[in-house]
């Protein structure tokens, strides 16, 4: 995938702490791989008066495996103005089977019928004659109305089969890609962003990936590193007068073993995440977060043994680990605005959403002493 040339958090000196891994992505925990598929159409299409401006991520751990590898998960509804499939197993079998998908509000249901497709597929060769078969993959939205035509109902199963066609691992692509496409953070253009970190339980290292589609907040919300740069940043465009209409959707997977019901604490802490960034969760936000371990694979249920063997952290030790969660998922919200671009303004729009401005922030957070630039005082 196409990394964005724009420069991320910490290249614009924003002094986010924490050690990341290669990446500063999600992927930087071994096996998963993230696909987008964008689709921008600045004219409407034959019927419609608005632009297309949508598409679908995908996210799939244990990605090299000829097989469905189910993975423990946990699952946090801080606002539940939205919606992410899958959740009631995850709460009650403490696992999902397959891809993570995040697109618009109006396209999940054919994002989840492309993608129980595609697994069909892609793992056809393992499944044996009389195997009853159950599929039922993730799959998370937030409302990109604002932007592009959601009510032509643009996504296809063409699209989300494209996302999961496209997975790769390495560098992911941030701000209007995939799902995040026409999304909207505190005013300014938003989307899909990712960040992680490393850290030590025991004498070995450990990593925690996060990617999140942002389509949150409020403009006089904006807090970066602590600094309240939506105060500094108001203007009178229509942009910046945007209530809270929108949601997050938080994926944080690790490598470090971790049981179903850890994991969900562990999703918990998106919430405070997502708070450093100034959202105090509005009512019309759907914030829901995922968190999933790639560790401890096991068979699907019905050909694994009666018994199952499970690795899982002391607790004494996850402190650090959800330091690190609130971390990446801070630090990724604000990737995602940053490698936004412009959006809307032309004669079919109901608004132009800009990308917030970086020599603007760059000035804001000197002002405070917040920047790696700034002086020491």
């Not at 696992?95 to 109006?106: D, E, K």
């Not at 396209?107 to 492309?114: F, K, L, R, S, Y």
Request: net charge negative; proline share 7%.
């Amino acid at each position: 995938m196409t990394h964005t040339a724009k420069p991320r958090a910490r290249a614009l000196g924003l002094p986010f702490t924490g050690r990341t891994g290669p990446f500063n992505a999600i992927t930087d925990v071994e096996g998963i791989t993230v696909g987008f598929r964008t689709i921008v159409e600045e004219t409407p299409r034959p019927g419609r008066k608005l632009p297309v401006r949508t598409g679908v991520t995908a996210i799939l751990p244990h990605s090299e495996s000829p097989t469905p590898v189910p993975v423990y998960a946990g699952v946090h509804r801080f606002n539940g103005n939205g919606e992410m499939t899958g959740t009631h197993w995850i709460e009650d079998g403490g696992t999902f089977l397959g891809p993570v998908m995040i697109t618009s509000t109006h396209g999940v249901g054919i994002t989840h019928h492309a993608t129980i497709r595609w697994m069909l597929e892609r793992y056809a060769s393992t499944y044996e004659v009389g195997d009853f078969l159950w599929l039922m993959p993730v799959v998370a939205e937030t409302y990109d109305g604002v932007l592009s035509d959601i009510n032509g109902m643009p996504v296809t199963e063409a699209d989300a089969r494209a996302a999961l066609e496209n997975l790769s691992s390495g560098p992911v692509a941030e701000g209007n890609c995939g799902g995040g496409t026409g999304m909207i953070a505190y005013g300014f253009k938003g989307g899909t962003g990712t960040a992680s970190r490393v850290v030590t339980v025991g004498d070995k290292d450990y990593t925690i990936g996060t990617l999140v589609q942002a389509n949150h907040g409020q403009r006089d919300w904006l807090t970066v590193c602590g600094v309240p740069v939506g105060k500094h940043l108001q203007d009178n465009t229509p942009q910046s007068q945007l209530k809270e209409r929108g949601s997050i959707i938080v994926v944080i997977a690790t490598d470090l073993p971790m049981a179903p019901h850890q994991l969900k604490r562990l999703a918990r802490r998106a919430a405070i995440g997502i708070g450093r960034n100034g959202t105090p969760g509005g009512n019309n936000s759907g914030d829901i977060f995922l968190a999933f371990s790639t560790a401890n694979p096991q068979p699907m249920a019905h050909r694994a043994p009666a018994l199952l063997a499970l690795d899982m952290v002391n607790d004494e030790h996850l402190d650090p680990v959800y330091l690190a969660a609130v971390e990446s998922v801070e630090e990724a919200v604000v990737n995602a605005m940053l490698a936004a671009k412009d959006s809307g303004g032309t004669p079919h729009d109901r608004l132009r959403v800009d990308a917030i401005r970086h020599d603007e922030l760059v000035a804001v957070m000197k002002r405070y002493g917040r920047h790696a630039d700034a002086p020491v005082t």
